[in-house]
C-alpha cells in the first residue's frame, strides 16, 4: 500500500515567517523517510500566502539530495503557468538523474484567477495549452527529444539532456478536479490524483468512470487511485476531532477566497462549467457549513478511527494510494509532526496489513 505525504507551502498563522514555513515542511519531508512514507509530494502555487511553491522540482531536488529512496512528487506541476514545455521536461530529467530514478510526475490545470492573471494567461486557455504541454513534456521525458506543432508551444524537434533515467510510464500522474481532466489524464496513460472534498462513497461514481474509461482506452484496467486527503491524528479523540474542525475550517476558507469558489464566474468560463454547480452549493449552504462538510471528508481522529475510516475506504474503494496533507489550516510545525509520527507508528503497519491481506484475498 503506497501511502505518502503531501506539502502545501500555506501560512494560515501570519506570525511564522515564509522562512519558516519553507523550514518546517522540508524538515517534515526528510522525515518521512524515517518514518516509512513511500513518497513526498508538493503543490506550485504562487503570490499568497494560502500557498507559496512556485517551484515543486527545485524543492524536489533539494530533498533528493537529503533523501536516499523516498519518491519525489509534483503534486502538481501547474502545466499553464509554465510556459515553456521544454524547461519543465529537462527539470524532470535532472530531478530523475539526481535521483537515481525516484521522481513521479503529477501534472494539473489550474484553477485560480489570481494565479492566472499576473502570468498574463487567460483562464480560459488552461485546457488547450495543458493538452498541448502535456503531451510534449510526457513524448520527451519519455523518449529524450521533444517537439511542438503549436498554437501555443511550437517547436522544431530538440534533444534533450540529459536523457532520460528510466522509463516514466508507471509514474505518471493527472491532478483531475473536472470530466475533461479525467478524460485528458486517460488519453496520457496517467494516473488519476484525487483531491477528497467529499467522503469517498460519493465519489465512487467519478472513480469509477475514470477505470471504465481508461479500460475501454487502454484495454487493461486502470491503476490504482491517489486519494489526496487532509490528515490530523492524535491520541484524544477530542483533540483530534476539534483540531480538525479548526484546521480544515480555516483551510476551507482560504480555499475558497483563493479559488473564489462561491463565485458566479465558472458558469460562463470555458472549461470550469463544472465548477459552478459546487460554487452554488458553497453559496446555498454557506462557507462555514460547507467547510464543515469537507472536514467529515477528511481523516482524523485517534489512531483506532483513522484505522477503521480507511478500512472503510479500501471496503468502498478497493485498491488505492494514500497522499496524506500532513500540514494545513494553520496547524503548527510541532503539531503536524507528532500527526505524521503517530500515524506512522500506530497505522501504518496495521492498514498495510489489512491493505495487503485484502487484496490478496479479492485477487
Request: proline share 5%; hydrophobic share 40%.
Amino acid at each position: 500500500m503506497h501511502i505518502g505525504l503531501n506539502f502545501g507551502f500555506g501560512k494560515g498563522d501570519p506570525s511564522v515567517s515564509d522562512h519558516e514555513v519553507y523550514k518546517g515542511e522540508t524538515e517534515l519531508a526528510v522525515l518521512g523517510e524515517k518514518l516509512g512514507y513511500d513518497s513526498v509530494w508538493a503543490v506550485e502555487h504562487h503570490f499568497s500566502d494560502y500557498a507559496f511553491m512556485p517551484d515543486n522540482l527545485l524543492w524536489l531536488s533539494h530533498i533528493a539530495a537529503r533523501t536516499n529512496t523516498i519518491k519525489l512528487g509534483t503534486g502538481a506541476v501547474i502545466l499553464p503557468w509554465n510556459t515553456q514545455p521544454v524547461r519543465v521536461a529537462e527539470k524532470l530529467l535532472m530531478l530523475d538523474h539526481l535521483s537515481e530514478g525516484r521522481a513521479i510526475f503529477g501534472m494539473g490545470r489550474g484553477l485560480s484567477r489570481k494565479e492566472f492573471g499576473p502570468f498574463g494567461i487567460p483562464l480560459e486557455e488552461s485546457r488547450a495549452r495543458f493538452d498541448e504541454s502535456a503531451k510534449m513534456i510526457i513524448e520527451g521525458i519519455e523518449t529524450g527529444r521533444i517537439e511542438g506543432e503549436g498554437p501555443f508551444y511550437a517547436m522544431p524537434r530538440t534533444q534533450l539532456k540529459p536523457g532520460p533515467f528510466a522509463s516514466w510510464k508507471d509514474r505518471l500522474y493527472t491532478v483531475a478536479g473536472s470530466h475533461d481532466s479525467m478524460v485528458s489524464g486517460v488519453h496520457n496513460k496517467c494516473r488519476l490524483m484525487s483531491f477528497i472534498l467529499r467522503p469517498v462513497d460519493k465519489m465512487l461514481p467519478t472513480f469509477q468512470a475514470y477505470r471504465d474509461y481508461y479500460a475501454e482506452v487502454w484495454n487493461e484496467q486502470a491503476p490504482p487511485v491517489a486519494l489526496n486527503v487532509a490528515m490530523y491524528c492524535h491520541r484524544d479523540e477530542n483533540v483530534a476531532i476539534d483540531g480538525m474542525y479548526e484546521y480544515v475550517g480555516n483551510f476551507f476558507e482560504a480555499n475558497v477566497d483563493h479559488y473564489e469558489m462561491d463565485g458566479v464566474h465558472f458558469a460562463n468560463t470555458k472549461g470550469y462549467e463544472r465548477y459552478a454547480d459546487n460554487a452554488a452549493v458553497i453559496r446555498e449552504k454557506g462557507v462555514s457549513q460547507a467547510g464543515k462538510d469537507y472536514a467529515d471528508a477528511a481523516l482524523y481522529g485517534t489512531p483506532q478511527m483513522i484505522i477503521d475510516k480507511l478500512i472503510w475506504i479500501q471496503e468502498q474503494m478497493g485498491e488505492f494510494e494514500l497522499v496524506l496533507q500532513p500540514s494545513f489550516g494553520g496547524m503548527s510545525h510541532d503539531t503536524a509532526r507528532a500527526s505524521i509520527e503517530l500515524f506512522a507508528a500506530e497505522i501504518m503497519p496495521k492498514v498495510r496489513q489489512h491493505y495487503d491481506a485484502a487484496v490478496v484475498q479479492s485477487a
